[in-house]
């Protein structure tokens, strides 16, 4: 078939009339009439023509010689099935022949034959050629139409095909041919049982029987293509009904549809998958009992998975032998729980699982058919399974197993699911545990908490309290159904709750320790303080799932501390002012016997001026005791500012070694020292230790050699050890505890001076701060002095 | 004629007041002082000052902190609030070494604060102070430094250079001349 016929050639005229001078005439006519036309000298002539193109051949009877018959023939045909040519025969007047006749019946069927009776008016032959040339025209139009809709149907990816009432492909397009690998011509002319298979063409057949029924039919079906792959397609079947409502045929559309279905597949098991592992979850989360969730699981698995039976499993901690607790058996066959060795499998099932990883048989029999042990799991009825076992901290501690009394192919998503809820599960058991084990120990502690003296009660994570002990009921004289929850506001202090439950809200939203004192009413109506304690209890993942709390009384205690506090405060007072009041008359009698001194003059003896030396001695003495008593009495008493302050020992140190600088001087003495920690404490009173030990290392020196003292620090079990080592005229170590006393002294004051307080105060400081204090001495070598604090960093 | 120095005295030691008489004398200042012996007294003086002739308006007050009966805290702000003795100079006299009771007194308005020293020569530099705190108050008197000039004993001499005694803390200085004090309240003037 020639497609690339132009445009002027639909309308060209060929003719042949080899006789006379009927061809030149009608040219000659056709050119008047602005027609075009072409005279072909032979019939070989004319057939080449024909296959260029032509619009309508006008060809004179005696031209038509047998021979030339069957070359007009042959080339009609094959003009395409669109092509019904005009053939003008110009016959000579009257019947023709018999054998006219019979040639033209042989070109009858291949074009549209017209006879033309000679002579002719020129008007009705242009006529003639003029509608010939029309129809010819609306032919080539129908030919360029279908070209197109063949190139379009062609293009579309989906099977397209026209079958007629017999079920006869009458035209498919090139995707149809190229899904079963065929060539257009294998297939048109053949039917669709033919074309399709047998049984595909049985799916089809009742649907095939409706579009010839003149219905629209849609369904999906399955095809082979040409690679033997079975492939998803729809199909639509549009009746081709006539004028008179008789179907001629259908229209078929096959489009593959094998990776939507994929899709929507892949998407159906993830949401079932997704659907099934949210259940389990919510079903398992209300279950306390680990046995309970074990169940639960197991039945849900194998329904979900379709399996005969799913079991769990505890491995003892000899990794070998396991007890299945739990079975779930589809047929109720359930005879797998009890005790059983791991080695009594076969050895390459009981390998992976002791390494921690999923095992998967399909067919017990088939595979492990020459191994040893795999008649166990005939013996259990297993022929298929998924094991996944749990392994913790490197030890085989459980399994859990979907099993299959057939042979089964189990897909990559089944195991893979089978992992998830075993993971899951290993989980929810845990959680169940810790559960279970939380209310274990609530029981205990319940009972703990009746016996103890302080109020104690448990919330939920929420804040209503639930529980209360005996001691609560006791003191307040409340009953439970009107305090537990929030109805325990009740005993409180209408001014302290607001707080209270300001503190107490906070601490349920955030999680945090709660710790408050306030009043609580007794059962006689009288409040008493209590210091309330909440902790919270956390499980696993950290979420508070209980709160405990104790209401310890305060309130005797909280007496005693303000009564010690106003004692301290009177002490303080007092102290002050005994000491001012002692120092007074002490000042009259220096102050005046120096004047009585003055006014006598001349007339002092030097005995005067020594009772006067007494007398102001004496003064001094009695100066420097009370002073003393003052510092030490001062240290009595806890001054939280003081206690919670941090003290530099270097920087006590400098200050002490600065007030001592006379008497070293005096004695040109030699002080040492290491670098010295920082400690919890008052720098203050630090240096006054310092102080008072470096002042008894230079008073107790020898007069025969230069003092060295040494002022060294250690760190030992928590504690700095400071030291301060002089080579002085030592003592009996038998003395080293009564030196720290009250007044104790060694020496006589005329050797050495001394209040005797020295040490006291010393000791009196250190134990303050949580310390100790003592000395090493040995007579004639030295003293060391040692005190110890603790380096704070352990609460 | 030398003119007296008028100081009220508010101690309820007698052995102090005898010392700070001997403080005076020992620096040679003329003074004429009335003594009051309690808190009491002291508002006793306060409430008749300036209209009998047994309660002149001092030109300078010595103040006892440690008093019985009204304390010297009290005494002050009394003093403080009488407006003829607004800005009269006052020199606080105490053994207390206490931080709390010296701020105070400077705080109230206290020229100088006098701890009383355990010994003879420091506590008779009270003198010296006293003369200091009329100077700078502009108040004449006849012990005066102007007027005497290098005619203080020695021993006061000493005293005054060795400057800063242990026996008082320098504090705020009353600034500016107390001249309505004067006119108005010493009827010699």
């Given at each position: 078939?020639?497609?690339t016929?132009s ?6 005229i060929?003719?042949?009339a080899p006789?006379?001078r ?6 000659e006519l056709?050119?008047n009439?602005?027609l075009?036309?072409h005279?072909?000298?032979s019939v070989?002539?004319?057939c080449?023509?024909v296959?260029r193109g032509?619009g309508?051949i006008?060809?004179?009877e005696?031209a038509?010689?047998?021979?030339a018959?069957e070359?007009?023939s042959?080339?009609?045909?094959k003009?395409g099935a669109w092509?019904?040519l005009?053939?003008l025969v110009?016959?000579v007047?009257g019947e023709?022949?018999q ?17 033309l009776?000679?002579?002719l008016r020129?008007?009705?032959l242009?006529s003639a ?12 139009e129908?030919?360029?139409?279908d070209?197109?809709l063949?190139?379009?149907t062609?293009?579309?990816p989906?099977?397209i095909?026209?079958?007629?009432r017999?079920?006869i492909?009458r035209?498919?397009n ?5 899904w ?6 294998e297939i048109v002319?053949r ?14 057949q009742a649907?095939?029987?409706?579009a010839?029924d ?5 369904f ?5 293509d040409?690679?033997?792959l079975?492939r998803?397609?729809?199909v ?11 179907v001629?045929?259908f229209?078929s559309?096959?489009?593959?549809i094998?990776e939507r ?18 259940e ?6 209300a279950l ?11 039945r849900?698995?194998?329904?979900h998975?379709?399996a005969s039976g799913?079991f ?5 901690s000899d990794?070998d032998?396991?007890?299945v ?8 066959s359930g005879?797998?729980v009890?005790?059983y060795r ?10 992976d699982?002791?390494q ?6 399909r067919?017990?029999?088939r595979?492990?058919e ?5 008649g166990l799991f005939?013996?259990?009825g297993v ?6 076992p749990l392994v913790?901290?490197?030890k085989l501690t459980a399994l859990m197993?979907v099993?299959?009394?057939a042979?089964r192919?189990?897909?990559?998503a ?6 998830t809820?075993?993971d899951r599960?290993?989980?929810y058991?845990e959680r169940?545990?810790?559960q279970?084990?939380?209310?274990k ?7 703990l908490?009746?016996?103890i003296p302080?109020?104690a009660?448990m919330a ?6 639930f529980?209360?002990n005996?001691?609560?009921?006791d ?5 439970p159904d009107v305090v537990e929850g ?5 005993v409180?202090?209408?001014d302290?709750?607001p707080s209270v439950?300001?503190g107490?809200?906070?601490?349920i939203s955030?999680g945090?320790p709660?710790e408050?004192?306030?009043p ?7 409040f008493?303080l209590f210091?309330t ?6 499980d ?6 209980r ?7 305060i309130?005797?205690?909280k ?7 106003r004692?301290n405060?009177d002490l303080?007072e ?8 002692l120092?007074?008359p002490l000042?009259m009698?220096?102050v005046?016997t120096?004047?009585l ?10 005995q005067l001026?020594?009772y006067?030396?007494?007398v102001?001695?004496g003064v001094r003495?009695?100066e420097s005791?009370?002073?003393?008593l003052l510092t030490?009495?001062r240290?009595?008493h806890d ?5 919670s302050?941090?003290?530099d020992l270097?920087?006590?140190l400098r200050?002490a ?6 008497r070293?001087q005096?004695?040109?003495a030699?002080i ?6 920082v400690?919890?404490g008052d ?5 006054h230790?310092?102080?008072?030990l470096?002042s008894n290392?230079l008073k107790?020196?020898?007069n ?5 003292i040494h002022?060294?620090?250690e ?7 400071v ?8 003592f009996?170590q ?7 006393g009250l007044f ?5 004051d005329?050797d050495?001076p001394g209040?005797g ?5 010393c ?8 310390g100790r204090?003592w000395?090493e001495s040995k007579?004639?070598?030295g ?6 604090l ?6 | 004629m ?8 508010i101690?309820?030691?007698p052995?102090?007041?005898g010392l700070?008489?001997e403080a ?17 007294e002291?508002?006793?003086?306060l ?9 002149p308006?001092?030109d300078?007050?010595l ?10 805290h009290?005494v002050l702000a009394s003093?403080?609030?009488h407006p003829?003795?607004t800005?009269?100079?006052?020199i606080v006299?105490?053994s ?7 701020e105070?007194a ?6 100088r604060?006098?701890?009383k020293?355990?010994d003879l020569p420091?506590f ?7 003369r200091e ?5 502009g108040?004449a008197?006849g ?7 290098k ?7 000493q ?9 008082f ?11 309505g004090l004067?006119t108005?309240?010493?009827?010699e003037g």
């Amino acid at each position: 078939m020639d497609q690339t016929v132009s445009l002027e050639r639909d309308s060209l005229i060929l003719i042949h009339a080899p006789t006379g001078r009927d061809a030149r005439l009608l040219q000659e006519l056709f050119q008047n009439a602005s027609l075009r036309s072409h005279v072909c000298l032979s019939v070989d002539d004319l057939c080449r023509e024909v296959e260029r193109g032509v619009g309508t051949i006008f060809i004179a009877e005696e031209a038509l010689a047998p021979s030339a018959i069957e070359s007009i023939s042959a080339v009609l045909q094959k003009q395409g099935a669109w092509s019904d040519l005009p053939l003008l025969v110009l016959t000579v007047g009257g019947e023709p022949t018999q054998a006219i006749r019979e040639r033209l019946a042989r070109l009858e069927p291949l074009g549209e034959l017209t006879l033309l009776e000679r002579p002719l008016r020129s008007d009705t032959l242009v006529s003639a050629a003029r509608t010939a040339i029309r129809a010819r025209t609306r032919q080539y139009e129908v030919r360029r139409r279908d070209a197109e809709l063949q190139l379009v149907t062609d293009n579309v990816p989906v099977l397209i095909s026209y079958i007629d009432r017999a079920q006869i492909y009458r035209r498919v397009n090139q995707t149809y041919s190229e899904w079963f690998g065929r060539t257009t011509e294998e297939i048109v002319g053949r039917t669709i049982q033919d074309v399709i298979g047998e049984p595909h063409y049985t799916n089809a057949q009742a649907h095939i029987s409706q579009a010839l029924d003149g219905e629209r039919v849609s369904f999906e079906s399955q095809l082979w293509d040409k690679s033997g792959l079975l492939r998803d397609v729809s199909v639509s079947y549009a009746p081709d009904i006539a004028l008179d409502g008789t179907v001629r045929g259908f229209i078929s559309l096959v489009q593959d549809i094998t990776e939507r279905k994929r899709a929507e597949r892949a998407l159906r098991a993830t949401s079932d998958r997704l659907q099934f592992l949210g259940e389990l979850g919510e079903v398992t989360r209300a279950l306390t009992a680990p046995e309970g969730v074990m169940t639960i699981v197991a039945r849900m698995t194998a329904e979900h998975l379709k399996a005969s039976g799913c079991f769990y499993a505890d491995v003892e901690s000899d990794m070998d032998t396991l007890t299945v607790q739990v079975n779930y058996s589809a047929e109720g066959s359930g005879g797998v729980v009890g005790a059983y060795r791991l080695s009594s499998f076969c050895p390459g099932f009981t390998a992976d699982i002791r390494q921690g990883e999923t095992t998967v048989i399909r067919g017990a029999g088939r595979e492990q058919e020459a191994e040893e042990g795999s008649g166990l799991f005939h013996a259990l009825g297993v022929e298929a399974l998924v094991c996944c076992p749990l392994v913790r901290d490197g030890k085989l501690t459980a399994l859990m197993a979907v099993t299959q009394m057939a042979p089964r192919d189990w897909t990559v998503a089944e195991v893979e699911l089978f992992e998830t809820v075993v993971d899951r599960s290993w989980a929810y058991i845990e959680r169940a545990r810790a559960q279970s084990e939380l209310r274990k120990s609530e029981q205990q502690f319940r009972t703990l908490a009746d016996t103890i003296p302080n109020l104690a009660w448990m919330a939920y994570a929420g804040g209503e309290i639930f529980w209360y002990n005996q001691r609560w009921y006791d003191y307040t004289g409340t009953t439970p159904d009107v305090v537990e929850g929030w109805g325990w506001q009740r005993v409180h202090h209408p001014d302290s709750l607001p707080s209270v439950l300001e503190g107490w809200k906070h601490s349920i939203s955030n999680g945090t320790p709660f710790e408050m004192v306030f009043p609580l009413k007794g059962s006689d109506g009288s409040f008493r303080l209590f210091l309330t304690r909440v902790a919270p209890v956390c499980d696993n993942f950290g979420t508070v799932v209980r709160w405990f709390g104790t209401n310890t009384d305060i309130d005797e205690q909280k007496r005693t501390e303000d009564a010690l506090r106003r004692a301290n405060g009177d002490l303080e007072e007092f102290a002050y002012v005994a000491s001012h009041d002692l120092q007074e008359p002490l000042r009259m009698v220096n102050v005046y016997t120096q004047l009585l001194l003055r006014r006598l003059g001349s007339e002092v003896t030097p005995q005067l001026s020594e009772y006067a030396g007494y007398v102001s001695t004496g003064v001094r003495r009695m100066e420097s005791l009370i002073r003393d008593l003052l510092t030490y009495s001062r240290t009595a008493h806890d001054d939280d500012e003081e206690m919670s302050g941090s003290a530099d020992l270097s920087v006590a140190l400098r200050h002490a070694i600065a007030s001592v600088d006379a008497r070293v001087q005096e004695t040109r003495a030699q002080i040492t020292f290491d670098s010295l920690p920082v400690v919890s404490g008052d720098e203050g009173q630090m240096s006054h230790v310092f102080q008072n030990l470096l002042s008894n290392a230079l008073k107790y020196c020898k007069n025969e050699e230069t003092p060295r003292i040494h002022v060294g620090a250690e760190h030992s079990n928590r504690d700095w050890v400071v030291s301060i080592r002089d080579n002085g005229i030592g003592f009996s170590q038998d003395h080293a505890e009564r030196i720290f006393g009250l007044f104790k002294r060694l020496h006589r004051d005329e050797d050495y001076p001394g209040t005797g307080l020295g040490l006291a105060i010393c000791k009196r400081i250190i134990e303050r701060y949580h310390g100790r204090i003592w000395a090493e001495s040995k007579v004639g070598v030295g003293s060391t002095f040692y005190f110890a604090l603790p380096d704070g960093n352990h609460g | 004629m030398d003119k007296a120095l008028h100081i009220l005295l508010i101690e309820d030691n007698p052995g102090d007041a005898g010392l700070v008489r001997e403080a005076l004398r020992e620096h040679n200042i003329p003074f004429e002082m009335a003594l009051a012996s309690d808190g009491a007294e002291a508002e006793s003086y306060l409430s008749r000052m300036g209209k009998t002739i047994d309660a002149p308006c001092p030109d300078l007050i010595l103040l006892d902190l440690n008093l019985p009966k009204v304390g010297g805290h009290e005494v002050l702000a009394s003093f403080r609030a009488h407006p003829l003795c607004t800005l009269t100079p006052v020199i606080v006299l105490t053994s207390s070494n206490a931080p709390r009771d010296r701020e105070l007194a400077i705080a109230m308005g206290a020229a100088r604060y006098f701890r009383k020293p355990s010994d003879l020569p420091d506590f008779l530099r009270l003198g010296s102070v006293i003369r200091e705190v009329a100077t700078e108050a502009g108040i004449a008197f006849g012990g005066s430094a102007f007027e005497r000039g290098k005619s203080a004993p020695a021993f006061a001499e000493q005293e005054m250079a060795r400057g800063n005694s242990p026996g008082f803390r320098t504090g705020v200085r009353m600034v500016g001349p107390c001249t309505g004090l004067r006119t108005s309240g010493n009827p010699e003037g």
